[in-house]
């Protein structure tokens, strides 16, 4: 699933592409938007929020979508070849004069007032990619209050929350928390500087924000650029040990589990 960092590079692209121009064409392929044209109106901006990926447009009209599992937006010159999958794969089409934003595998398209955004990102936590001070921004305060709102619940799945803090996936989880020193069955309770551990993921989603390629390490060489997260079998780059792997989750939420990776030696909490 792509992390918050991967939208927000993707949102800053589309807007440079997209914003101050008038659509030529649109194409809306899912069944409740099919009959939908978009074509004529300006896009104001694009922007992220977590996980999600706002298209404002003129006329209080907002193209509300998400990535999930594996969606993604495309950017192509008119006459290049679309690469990003089957045309059977493509949800959203988005032209203008000189560009084509072509949403591949999208699960989630919605078009909602402006005015009403709320009704689709209004459940998230703060965006930890948000400048502070900005409308909608970084909230630290409220970010731990979320957390410690449920004391009990383990570390790992509060993070991934989108309730809690938003943007923050697997990735940065497990490196968050190797970098913590705690794994992530620790209970919220028991961390002695939570608000470390959030200054944490917000450091390294920011360090990330404007290339693609994730790094956790400060090493952009392949192979080097995260402490455990899939390296399940390999020695830690701290102390030599094994690190793990195993699959966590949630009473009730089973369907929901997550793969968890960490250094038996240099993380602790039960």
């Known amino acids: 699933m792509p992390e918050g960092d991967t939208v927000y590079l993707a949102a800053r692209r589309m807007h440079d592409a997209l914003a101050g121009r008038t659509l030529t064409r649109s194409d809306l392929r899912v069944p409740q938007l099919a009959t939908a044209d978009l074509s004529g109106r300006s896009v104001l901006e694009v922007i992220s929020r977590g996980k999600h990926l706002l298209t404002r447009l003129d006329n209080d009209v907002t193209l509300h979508t998400h990535f999930r599992m594996d969606g993604s937006w495309h950017l192509y010159r008119h006459g290049s070849r679309w690469s990003g999958g089957p045309a059977s794969q493509v949800r959203v089409v988005l032209e203008n004069a000189d560009w084509q934003a072509v949403g591949y595998r999208?699960?989630?398209?919605?078009?909602?007032?402006?005015?009403?955004?709320?009704?689709?990102?209004?459940?998230?936590?703060?965006?930890?990619?948000?400048?502070?001070?900005?409308?909608?921004?970084?909230?630290?305060?409220?970010?731990?209050?979320?957390?410690?709102?449920?004391?009990?619940?383990?570390?790992?799945?509060?993070?991934?929350?989108?309730?809690?803090?938003?943007?923050?996936?697997?990735?940065?989880?497990?490196?968050?928390?190797?970098?913590?020193?705690?794994?992530?069955?620790?209970?919220?309770?028991?961390?002695?500087?939570l608000p470390a551990v959030v200054r944490r993921a917000r450091r390294l989603m920011l360090a990330n924000k404007d290339h693609w390629q994730q790094s956790t390490t400060g090493s952009l060489r392949r192979g080097e650029d995260h402490w455990v997260f899939e390296r399940a079998g390999r020695e830690c780059r701290r102390c030599g040990s094994r690190i793990l792997q195993a699959m966590q989750s949630e009473s009730g939420r089973e369907t929901q589990a997550r793969v968890c990776y960490w250094c038996p030696t240099c993380q602790s909490g039960t």
């Open 106 to 193: 999208l699960p989630v398209v919605d078009l909602v007032p402006t005015a009403d955004e709320a009704t689709v990102v209004g459940h998230l936590g703060p965006d930890l990619l948000a400048a502070e001070g900005s409308d909608g921004g970084w909230d630290e305060a409220e970010a731990l209050r979320r957390l410690q709102a449920a004391p009990q619940r383990e570390l790992g799945p509060a993070l991934l929350d989108q309730r809690n803090l938003a943007g923050i996936g697997n990735l940065y989880k497990t490196e968050t928390l190797f970098l913590s020193g705690l794994t992530p069955w620790t209970m919220v309770a028991d961390v002695t500087d």
